[in-house]
């Protein structure tokens, strides 16, 4: 029995062949579900504010037609994914910094006389906030962590960690409204004027409630981080316990550069500053709502983001570089740019299979199909006051699992959702406000959200140890996840208890 125990314990599969298995499975279960005919309605609006109903089914890929399609697809759906172009370019930029020296002597003055729970809880703070600028601050944020972590002589799988928690669990947490926010409410809204016509939503419906997640999460996360992980987690191999300290040349190429990326990030600033002589230059004035304007899916930010926080990595660590001497020639800056890109191999194949599963995921319709049905349970459901909101609550954190995607899920359930709430004297904001809750508790812990591989690549990347495999590294999310899931239980039913504004114009009852 020992020596059963001791061969379950060792086989721990790769998170590649993790992968397959689930692509396998689901084209598998795809075929088994057609067969049953199974599929689901929902409420769709139209465009003229009335009702009209959607039928989604699950579609066969377990088929010749539904293999031609994977196969034929493979390659474009691969070349095509956001996160894999966002990651090569953004890396680009940190690897000119690591290499530089720049990292290492900004995160030294900034660690150096604070603790290490406040460096912690800073960087869940920011997580928490950088939401408003969409999935892009995965990109950007998680290998800025570990770094950060490394630097500070800590674990960087503990920074990686507690950045991708933030940020997942904290998808929801938006103190001003961010694009996503703004469509949902959209959508909201729609659903209210199908009981009440003239119906309107503030454009800061949850400034109170976000506020005081925001703050509750980080601390939640903080402690998780330094009481759960940091201690599970050890000592990573890799540290140079060398003591740290600054030359002078290094505070001035220190001083130089961080001048230098103030300069560059005062001139995008005043480009995105409505009715600025000659400024305003890269927002969207197609949009109505400043953040549309902003973080639109047309606007300049959205589809440029990447390239402009690689631009200021750039800025830094080649000022650093060139007056501290590190970079002295064409060589050290080739080299430079191509330092984070040395273990890149990996990272590629992790992509390649996790891309593919999502995509084939989202082809079957399996996801939309479940959350069309939850939307219907809930409206015929019979329930009101708390028990409908916490059923709303539960059936949108598992609807996530499988359609992780805001919009595609809201666009299902307020049809249905927003009027029941209305009907039961809950508000439309109340009702999305619930959703996103929920989101937050999940969205962390399913390998179909797009930016969960950019998570899992750089715990490979940085792992010394035996193979944690897909599911070994969704572990470390759970506890963040039953800690967002307590706090914001606590956080709903005292608004809806009391009856406290959510935010400017907003209550849980209508």
Not at 43 to 66: C, D, P, Q
Not at 106 to 120: E, G, H, M, P
Not at 186 to 200: D, F, Q, W
Not at 312 to 332: A, E, M, P
Request: aromatic share 14%.
């Amino acid at each position: 029995m020992k020596r059963i125990k001791r061969i379950r314990e060792k086989v721990v599969l790769h998170p590649i062949i993790t992968f397959c298995f689930l692509i396998l499975g689901t084209v598998v279960l795809s075929g088994i579900l057609t067969l049953f005919n199974v599929s689901a309605t929902y409420n769709a609006i139209t465009s003229n504010g009335s009702y009209v109903k959607e039928l989604v089914t699950v579609e066969n890929l377990f088929s010749l037609s539904g293999l031609k399609f994977i196969f034929s697809n493979a390659v474009s759906n691969f070349a095509s994914f956001t996160p894999l172009s966002m990651l090569i370019i953004t890396l680009f930029g940190i690897g000119i910094m690591d290499k530089s020296g720049f990292l290492d002597s900004f995160f030294y003055v900034l660690t150096r006389k604070v603790s290490k729970r406040t460096v912690t809880f800073v960087l869940s703070f920011i997580c928490i906030i950088a939401s408003i600028a969409g999935d892009l601050s995965y990109i950007v944020l998680i290998p800025i962590a570990a770094l950060l972590f490394k630097y500070g002589k800590r674990h960087p799988k503990a920074g990686i960690i507690c950045a991708f928690a933030s940020l997942s669990c904290g998808i929801g947490i938006n103190i001003f409204m961010s694009s996503i926010d703004s469509t949902l409410l959209g959508y909201s809204t729609e659903g209210a004027n199908l009981l009440i016509k003239e119906y309107s939503i503030s454009t800061h419906p949850y400034l109170l409630v976000m506020s005081i997640a925001a703050v509750f999460l980080a601390f939640i996360n903080t402690s998780i981080t330094e009481k759960v992980i940091v201690p599970k987690l050890g000592k990573y191999e890799g540290l140079d316990e060398e003591e740290d300290y600054l030359t002078k040349k290094e505070k001035r190429g220190l001083l130089i550069a961080s001048f230098a990326g103030i300069i560059y990030l005062l001139f995008f600033i005043y480009n995105i500053i409505p009715g600025a002589p000659f400024g305003g230059n890269f927002l969207d004035y197609s949009q109505k709502l400043y953040i549309d304007k902003l973080f639109g899916y047309n606007s300049f930010f959205n589809q440029g983001f990447v390239f402009v926080v690689t631009l200021l990595f750039f800025i830094l660590g080649f000022t650093y570089g060139i007056v501290t001497k590190s970079i002295k020639n064409q060589k050290d800056f080739g080299d430079a740019l191509g330092y984070s890109l040395d273990k890149i191999g990996k990272v590629l194949v992790l992509i390649f299979f996790a891309s593919s599963l999502i995509f084939i995921f989202k082809k079957t319709n399996i996801g939309s199909v479940v959350a069309a049905n939850f939307a219907n349970a809930i409206s015929n459901s019979g329930f009101t006051g708390l028990p409908l909101v916490l059923l709303l609550f539960v059936f949108g954190a598992v609807a996530t699992v499988l359609l992780p995607g805001s919009v595609n899920k809201w666009v299902i359930f307020s049809g249905s959702v927003v009027p029941t709430f209305m009907s039961a004297g809950l508000s439309p904001e109340f009702a999305t406000l619930v959703f996103r809750a929920g989101e937050c508790v999940t969205y962390g812990l399913t390998p179909l959200m797009a930016y969960f591989v950019i998570y899992l690549a750089f715990m490979e990347l940085y792992n010394t140890n035996d193979n944690e495999g897909l599911f070994g590294n969704i572990k470390y999310i759970i506890p963040y996840s039953l800690g967002v899931l307590a706090m914001w239980l606590v956080i709903i039913i005292l608004f809806y208890i009391i009856g406290l504004p959510l935010g400017i114009g907003a209550y849980p009852g209508l």
